[in-house]
T-cell receptor, first 113, second 119 residues
Framework: NAGVTQTPKFRVLKTGQSMTLLCAQD?????MYWYRQDPGMGLRLIHYSVGEGTTAKGEVPDGYNVSRLKKQNFLLGLESAAPSQTSVYFCASRTGAPNGFQYFGAGTRLSVL | AQSVSQHNHHVILSEAASLELGCNYSYGGTVNLFWYVQYPGQHLQLLLK??????LVKGIKGFEAEFIKSKFSFNLRKPSVQWSDTAEYFC?????????????????FGKGTLLTVNP
């Protein structure tokens, strides 16, 4: 049982390049989330999904797109990377049970030069 | 909109000292409250959570938190810290219900408190 797995762990991009971050969970969770973590800012929600085929915007969605074609996977895309997107990205998932909580992946450290 | 305030940005303690980290939230409805810990270079792990019932919640590694509804607070405590508690601590809240009766369980995080415990 791997929990929440993020790939890649590290990535360096040049401004304007595109990339996709993959989040996979093996807990059959309904809900999945993408956050970014910046020093002194805590975690901020980028996009989230309440089920397969559905996505919604979070607090800081600009410059990102997501897809949830399969229940276990939640992809975060950067179409044209900018230095302001240098950050650590965390994926999380949880069940739909009222007393559940979010499980986090190990993170992806992205640098945009 | 919900917001979460963590009063201390950086706390430095010696081993065996007592710890209290403040957390206040702004939301008038029913909330679920969480404390997560992030050890250096690692992902966030759940320390404890509050949904309902006894406002004093016990978590892992000797941590506890008290929910005081009238103060909109959920402070984290530990009687005696260890060097291994050095980490960043995040308070988080989600509304238990949306107007439609469901919930998307989105978490709003505080900005975190870095705890350094000196041996």
């Amino acid at each position: 049982n791997a929990g929440v797995t993020q790939t890649p762990k590290f990535r360096v991009l040049k401004t304007g390049q595109s990339m996709t971050l993959l989040c996979a969970q093996d807990m059959n969770h309904e809900y999945m989330y993408w956050y970014r973590q910046d020093p002194g800012m805590g975690l901020r929600l980028i996009h989230y999904s309440v089920g397969e085929g559905t996505t919604a915007k979070g607090e800081v969605p600009d410059g990102y797109n997501v897809s949830r074609l399969k229940k276990q996977n939640f992809l975060l895309g950067l179409e044209s990377a900018a230095p302001s997107q240098t950050s650590v990205y965390f994926c999380a998932s949880r069940t739909g049970a009222p007393n559940g909580f979010q499980y986090f992946g190990a993170g992806t450290r992205l640098s945009v030069l | 909109a919900q917001s979460v305030s963590q009063h201390n940005h950086h706390v430095i303690l010696s081993e065996a000292a007592s710890l209290e980290l403040g957390c206040n939230y702004s939301y008038g409805g029913t909330v679920n409250l969480f404390w997560y810990v992030q050890y250096p270079g690692q992902h966030l792990q759940l320390l404890l959570k509050y949904f309902s019932g006894d406002p004093l919640v016990k978590g892992i590694k000797g941590f506890e938190a008290e929910f005081i509804k009238s103060k909109f607070s959920f402070n984290l405590r530990k009687p005696s810290v260890q060097w291994s508690d050095t980490a960043e601590y995040f308070c988080a809240v989600n509304s238990a219900y949306l107007n439609s009766g469901g919930s998307n369980y989105k978490l709003t995080f505080g900005k975190g408190t870095l705890l350094t415990v000196n041996p």
